[in-house]
């Protein structure tokens, strides 16, 4: 058996499970003789790996000259490898192509993008993004990027786990997709991407998507003579029907693109001896989705983590992680469950690329904490310790510092004792690995029409965009979910894992487009006995906007319209006067053989309406788009939820604290969290799925950015 | 003598300096039973003073139909005020002709909404921006204006405080051209605008600024016949120079036409007998320049202040107030203050238009000393105390509550002790109203081109656009100089009033437009022996963006060039390695006769240089343009202040505290704001105008989200 493994639940260690608890350890900063002891301070702090970039830049720095070893220890990578699995830590290696880190062109060498701008990523009028911003698939970087896997890679390979070596894992690049998206968009390369060539990787892609050029034409609007023959959409225009067709098109091919790239560069590396598993990270809380085809195509074992930093400098939407960072992190994370990983934060903040806004001790625990009650099961502190960076190569200050946990100098900063106390809390607490929320409600998940939410931004001429129902569904009824206590789970529509369960209400926040097999995934639970709430709308089109309404042809209803009153008055389920504030939607006349259950009352217009389906089914849909503010949104809410036999595992007095409930086998533990800047005091009590009867937790006073985790039962 | 009166220091009431304190308390929501014990709750916590809204929509309820008085109170004006001044209140009457207020059609009446489309504000194109946006100088809104003036004047002009009432203050409108900036832009309805008119309004302007047809074709690259045949330009065109300008003066025009509009609100009023001081509330701190032509058009009395909200829903930048909300107010404060006013924030948050996210009293306090400490001398809560909205009327919830201090039931909230804890603080410190801030250096501002930044984003043919200039002085070196403890001011680069002061260095953050006669003042000012440290460019054109070159030719410079390096390593009075986080600039060579003082180490090219010029007077020009982040940059403001003997008033061991020292006569305060959701600790000492010697504080431990106010002397 392989020493370390993982799967949707957790990371193991020879079976038992555990938390990763990882941190960024640079060799080619940090002193070598400074290794042993911030290792094991690493260690004594709970932690039992580290992770490292190991740059292209520095190891290559002309082409063909490969520099491994020598007396400074920046280089030294194969003496940092066994320092570390004396010290009894794994490793994960990133040896790119890309690292970022603050390196001069993203870590890339210099030579690379000085000499070859023809590797570079280009926009749709041809110019390129910037130096670093390379074309990934571009047959050069592909060849380029081999000869320094030729000469890394035997090294690494020489230290993997299976062989007795720390490396656990190694990462395929960085933040793949990143230096697009940031610094151009979606890439263009047309050499890349081979447009206008037959066989080429778009004609190729078209033909597998639609089968035959007519269907193209048909879908498109076009007349193109070949696969061969079409042509990438500008980006931005998605006015008709058939422009946004294009542009999802052409997301899905980009992001394909990203997917053949990772099996590339997992192919070098498996080529090249690799035989520890391999993991990728997503950017952002937000970008997992860029990864779809990435997961489908890389052979296991392979993991997708994302990054979850809350401020990197002052224009970051807040210094401090606050509830709107959990609700990402929360998305984050189960989204990587429901992809079939632990969820691994493989940057989480240990410090920040800034001085200013400081990263304190008190909020760094808190994200730590807020992370741990929301799913992560593996983590690595970006960074742990910091060093000088070798000349010439840092873009930031001389001293590569972040404010970490221990600093450029080797000084113990306070940040220690947060990362130490979530450390041995999580080692003292092993169980917590296999912990599994306890939901009160799912949130189905329409992934496909998430990632179309870059594209699909204006409705075009359909009710609600992919862009405005994936912003309702966080800042909506996923945030009234915490706020009222309703402990939301998630579950992927486009997967059947969840199906069976007919006792958990699902809420489905629908924009008016829905593949056809997830709508028919919804009918099936519904005529099985299970109980939704769907809103805004009822889709009208499938994945390719082409109509398919057989969802609401099952609930015998249309999809829903505009609300065209100006001034609506919307109460629902006896709560009176919701704030919407943005466009709602109404049905025109209630569904044959539907129950009311809400109307604007200025128009008198249904806006939520109960239809029963077989087995004890039912359906709920509302037209309330909202953003949420109010008390009454939280009671509107938790009263549809009710009528569909929600049963929250919690209750919380205060609806600012917000909770979890995780639990394996007869342990549980309930994470009260105040990600306010403010003292919140509670009253708590949960109800775990060990337990026969409500356990009254009592009262609970919490400081400000206070996380606090409450053990129960065993 | 006026009973209240004001100056650019402070509110002054029978002559004795007072921090005016007030809170919004609707008397068509609070009920009436209620309305005197409520008052009386708000002087016991230190106010002076009420506002309320008037709203148009509900005392004109259709057409020529006017409602006052009644048994319900919803509509007793009257009653209302005479209960405010048996309580010992002053009152700000707000009555619109907007309100918005979370009113339907934003307090307007609905008829006038619904009934006469042609009001409304429009768009390039012509299409209108919504209902409720109407078009200020519409003379058929003007005229619907002045008939409920006609009725609403007397009755407020019997209460004004000239004649023993309660009014000392009546507004002009509400947040004015915030109702055409968020919903559409500026304005271009064809018949208030009087397009294509030659004695119209929009050819007046033209003639005013030209002086001849000529003229404006040659700036504007034009070949119209007339002032009269004179298009506006087509928005968000500044692709070109002539194009630039075009924008500049649409800007300009509109907010001209903004002046005008208060100016005809101030006759209507005047002419209705009101004769209590006007004021007027900007939207928020950033848009306290949009009134540039009103506060020259008003006659005084007459007072411009701003609205400082840190948060009213979870879109917003943050959830608590922070050092980056601290650099806006501090901004606005200084700003209304060298516009002639005492600094006074007419709605500072008393509560948020959301349940969620909470305004917690912690934070609020943190808020209201924080503006304190930055200068606000007058303040007015929203809301103090909520009830309900009579029946048709809100656009949220049937209880306008806001999370007040004294909720709509009447009951007392834990807000309401942060309220009395500032209120009795400032009553019992009466002395701070006049205190000064004690400024170790002057950050000037050029508040024609601070404003021009709003259309001149991309820099076009120029080194720095006033957009990007703009950003910088806030996110860079005012940031900065608050981290390093630099006691920074404000002056008016257009006024006179700070040049005789050769003593305490000026910082220029310039644009590379600059008009003449600032040029000039800078150059008069270092002739005199003043300052100053310019940045990141110096100006080579004026405000019109025609060639002037007259401060860089002083200092026999050319205007600094962008830094080509696409990796520099800027070094600077010993600060080496210096991040940028932006384009910076650099020269071909050392000015003659300047000294160096900094170097891109890469390139070799100077990026800072200094030159002495008479009577002991120095600039220091530096090419560094960044985003405050690292200790680097608080050096380098620091080590450039020192060259041009910057005597700093305070010193804060932590950069994280910002503190201000606020002086009148022989007595002082000390701020020390931690704006951070976790504790801080710093050592603290001062030398105050007053004192012959630095003050040792020593050590303070702040809590989360405190602003400690250490009170010396006298």
Redesign the interface.
């Given at each position: 058996m392989d020493p370390i493994t993982f799967d949707s639940c957790c990371y193991r260690i020879h079976g038992a499970p555990v938390h990763l608890y990882s941190g960024e350890f640079h060799y080619f900063r940090v002193p070598k003789a400074d290794w042993r002891r911030r290792m094991e301070l690493f260690r004594e702090a709970g932690g039992n790996c580290l992770a490292t970039y190991v740059p292209w830049l520095i190891h290559e720095p002309s082409e063909g000259e490969f520099v491994f070893g020598g007396p400074d220890g920046k280089h030294d990578l194969e003496d940092f490898l066994v320092t570390a699995r004396e010290a009894g830590l794994w490793v994960i290696a990133r040896p790119g192509p890309y690292q970022y880190s603050e390196l001069?062109?993203d870590g890339l060498p210099r030579w690379l993008c000085d000499n070859y701008p023809q590797l570079r990523a280009r926009n749709f009028q041809g110019n390129d993004f910037r130096?670093s911003s390379i074309s990934y698939l571009h047959p050069l970087f592909l060849e380029k990027t081999a000869a320094w896997f030729d000469q890394v890679c035997p090294l690494l390979a020489r230290h993997c786990v299976g062989r007795g070596g720390a490396i656990a894992a190694v990462q395929l690049d960085n933040e793949m997709a990143g230096i697009h998206r940031w610094f151009g968009g979606y890439d263009y390369n047309a050499e890349t991407m081979q447009f206008g060539r037959e066989n080429g990787r778009f004609a190729a892609f078209l033909r597998q998507r639609f089968g035959s050029v007519a269907e193209m034409n048909r879908l498109w609007g076009s007349d193109y003579a070949s696969f061969g023959a079409a042509r990438p959409p500008a980006p931005g225009d998605t006015s008709t029907t058939t422009a946004l067709r294009r542009a999802k098109d052409y997301c899905d091919f980009y992001y394909g693109s990203i997917g053949e790239y990772s099996c590339r560069l997992a192919e070098m590396l498996r080529g090249r001896g690799i035989d520890a598993p391999l993991i990728t990270n997503s950017p952002n809380p937000g970008s997992n989705l860029w990864f779809l085809e990435t997961v489908q195509a890389v052979p296991p074992p392979f993991l997708l983590g994302s990054d979850h930093y809350y401020t990197l400098?002052?224009?970051w939407?807040?210094?401090?992680p606050?509830?709107?960072y959990a609700v990402e992190a929360f998305f984050s994370c189960e989204t990587l469950r429901l992809l079939g990983y632990p969820p691994s934060v493989f940057e989480l903040p240990g410090g920040s690329?800034?001085?200013?806004?400081?990263v304190?001790?008190?909020?760094a625990k808190a994200c730590y904490l807020a992370n741990v009650a929301l799913g992560m099961k593996g983590s690595n502190f970006y960074i742990y310790t910091g060093g000088p960076n070798i000349p010439g190569t840092?873009?930031?200050?001389?001293l590569y510092d972040y404010g970490a946990a221990v600093g450029a100098a080797g000084e113990v900063r306070p940040l220690y004792q947060s990362i130490k106390d979530v450390g041995l809390f999580l080692r003292n607490n092993a169980w917590l690995a296999e912990a599994e929320l306890e939901a009160g409600c799912r949130f189905a998940l329409d992934l496909e029409m998430l990632r179309t939410a870059e594209v699909w931004q204006a409705p075009g001429e359909f009710a609600l965009s992919a862009a405005t129902a994936a912003e309702f569904l966080r800042?909506g009824p996923l945030?009234t979910a915490f706020?009222a206590g309703l402990s939301p789970a998630c579950c992927n529509l486009g997967a059947d894992d969840w199906a069976a369960d007919v006792t958990t209400p699902l809420v489905v926040v629908c924009a008016s487009a829905m593949a056809a097999d997830k709508q028919r995934r919804l009918i099936r639970f519904l005529e099985a006995g299970g109980k939704a709430l769907l809103l805004p709308v009822l889709p009208t089109v499938d994945e390719r906007f082409e109509p398919c309404t057989l969802l609401a042809d099952y609930l015998g209803a249309a999809a829903g319209e505009k609300n065209a009153n100006?001034?609506p008055r919307i109460s629902v389920a006896g709560v009176?006067?919701?704030?919407q504030?943005g466009q709602s939607f109404c049905w025109p006349a209630l569904p044959v053989g539907a129950d009311l259950i809400g109307v604007d009352e200025v128009s008198g217009s249904p806006v939520c309406w109960q239809r029963a389906t077989c087995n004890g089914g039912r359906a709920i849909v509302l037209g309330s788009r909202y953003?949420?503010?109010?008390?009454?949104h939280e009671r509107l809410l938790a009263a549809l939820l009710q009528r569909l036999d929600v049963a929250p595992r919690l209750q919380c007095s205060n609806?600012?604290v917000w909770c979890t409930l995780r639990t394996a086998g007869k342990r549980s533990a309930l994470f009260a969290m105040n990600l306010?800047?403010?003292?919140m005091s509670c009253e708590l009590r949960c109800q775990p799925a060990w337990s026969d009867r409500w356990l009254e937790l009592g009262h609970y006073d919490l400081?400000?950015?206070e996380v606090r985790p409450l053990l129960l039962g065993a």
């Open positions: 001069v062109y130096r400098d002052q224009n939407r807040q210094n401090n606050t509830p709107q690329a800034s001085d200013w806004p400081p304190t001790p008190v909020d840092g873009t930031t200050t001389d800042k945030t706020c100006p001034a009176v006067n919701i704030l504030n953003l949420h503010a109010m008390r009454e609806p600012n306010y800047s403010a003292p400081a400000a950015m």
